[in-house]
């Protein structure tokens, strides 16, 4: 299963903040200052002795195109000593500090735009993204950038080799011995056609070879919803060419019962996720059980968006006031293809031999109202067949620069226990019923309690005829 990468940060539906746009007093346009650099990887040769940092304070309605035109200008000094074509935006990745991925389509305007989109959601992280290393002192506004260059796009766009950058063995031997007095050694530029083989050692590349990544073959199903709510899942026939997909070797992170890689499909940052704990030991997951698990947690997702997009209907035919940033992530289902003589990558776990009751109860903040209500919503619209448990939200941005608040790894308890990991069927849904609190929003929608009460008693008289029999 594939699902949009959640930016750091993310959090159980709390409610955020929107910072205002950069301006003076005068509302004459500021100048922000970026600080761009060549980005750097501890298995490939540091990019950042190889071309120069590039910096530059504009006003804040420059487009970000014109940005980086302008900044590239300084690195291309030295690119173009040893190739034939320029740099140019396109053949750049940007990220903030710390190789943090910054949000799509955020460079599609203007600088303003770019600089709040992210202030608003890095700018308190203690981790300083926007600003840089400790030891860097910008001016404010500033947000400081890396650059990861796109070496493959390059060359396949011009035709022209990028230049190739080496330590000789005797500089590694002088980086060793002066690591200790700080000194920097020189390093050696060269094009492809003056190396051996054996030394090739290319710029850091996102979408060429990566280390601690693999190329993995997916073929992707289609998932839909009919007007009813019906989740049905279509899987490509034998005939379809599997999709090339980026898949990190070793998990980003794990929870109780999955794990999760990074993965780059279709040139956009996912995230792949396998469980590997179902209650039965770790990595004792049988391949059918991590597809059945995944293919609920996939229609609870697209059931979860259909909801949302009533719920949303509702309120504006009723006018009820909601946080409309919500939405429901991106996700795909797929399946690995192996081909043959190859083995399955190692984020499947497969070698060839061989829940919560957490709800949202947050009332004062316009998202945690949202939620609560929407909860409560879906309650209803199911005929108290469903509740949404553990609703978890992280901070997106959409094409239009706008914030999202995106729900993810979406939990359901039903009357039937059977939409997957974590579902507590009916107890549950009594434990919704007990600790939910209905704020304005519920009421607004026609919602009370009071058919709460009838369901507990009807759930307590069920106990009680049980104990008697």
């Known amino acids: 299963m594939f699902a949009r990468t959640l930016q750091k940060g993310s959090h159980k539906s ?250 780059i499909y279709d040139g956009m940052p996912w995230v792949a996720k396998r469980f590997f704990d179902i209650g039965t030991g770790e990595e004792q997951v049988e391949i059918h059980e991590n597809s059945k698990f995944l293919i609920q947690e996939i229609t609870r997702l697209a059931r979860s968006g259909y909801y949302l997009e009533h719920f949303v209907a509702e309120a504006k035919q009723r006018g009820i006031s909601i946080d409309e940033t919500i939405s429901v992530t991106d996700f795909k289902l797929g399946i690995e293809v192996v081909q043959d003589g190859a083995s399955p990558s190692l984020a499947s776990g497969v070698s060839l031999d061989r829940g919560t009751n957490d709800y949202p109860a947050w009332h004062h903040k316009k998202l945690g109202s949202t939620l609560n209500a929407f909860t409560h919503y879906v309650y209803h619209l199911t005929q108290e067949s469903i509740v949404h448990a553990d609703l978890q939200t992280s901070t997106a941005v959409n094409e239009h620069g706008d914030g999202l608040n995106v729900l993810f790894d979406m939990m359901t308890h039903t009357s039937n226990g059977a939409s997957g990991v974590g579902d507590h069927g009916q107890e549950g849904i009594d434990t919704f019923v007990q600790s939910h609190e209905c704020v304005d929003r519920c009421d607004g929608f026609g919602l009370s309690k009071e058919g709460f009460t009838k369901a507990l008693k009807e759930s307590g008289e069920s106990d009680e005829e049980e104990e008697d029999q």
Request: charged share 20%; with cysteine; glycine share 8%.
């Open 14 to 263: 709390s409610g955020g903040t929107l910072s205002a746009p950069i301006g003076n007093a005068k509302g004459m346009a500021r100048q922000i200052t970026v600080y761009l650099v060549p980005a750097t990887s501890n298995t490939r040769i540091d990019a950042s002795r190889m071309l120069g940092n590039a910096t530059r304070a504009f006003p804040e309605d420059t487009p970000m195109e014109d940005v980086m035109t302008h900044l590239l200008r300084h690195w291309n000094l030295d690119w173009e000593k040893d190739s034939a074509e320029s740099l140019t935006p396109e053949h750049i990745s940007l990220r903030l500090f710390g190789n943090v991925g910054i949000q799509p389509h955020s460079t599609a305007g203007s600088l303003g735009n770019f600089f709040s989109i992210h202030d608003r959601i890095y700018g308190n992280n203690p981790k300083k993204m926007l600003r840089g290393p400790p030891t860097l002192k910008l001016p404010s506004p500033a947000i400081y950038l890396e650059g990861l260059i796109l070496v493959k796009e390059y060359e396949d766009q011009t035709g022209a080799e990028a230049p190739y950058f080496v330590h000789t063995e005797k500089e590694i031997r002088k980086r060793k011995l002066s690591a200790t007095t700080g000194n920097v050694t020189s390093v050696v530029k060269r094009t492809r056609s003056q190396l051996p083989s054996r030394v090739f050692k290319p710029l850091r590349s996102e979408s060429g070879d990566l280390p601690g990544f693999s190329k993995v073959l997916f073929l992707f199903a289609t998932v839909s919803v009919a007007r009813d709510g019906a989740v049905s899942i279509i899987w490509p026939d034998s005939s379809a060419t599997p999709v090339a997909c980026t898949l990190q070797d070793t998990p980003l992170g794990q929870g109780k019962t999955k794990k999760v890689f990074k993965a």
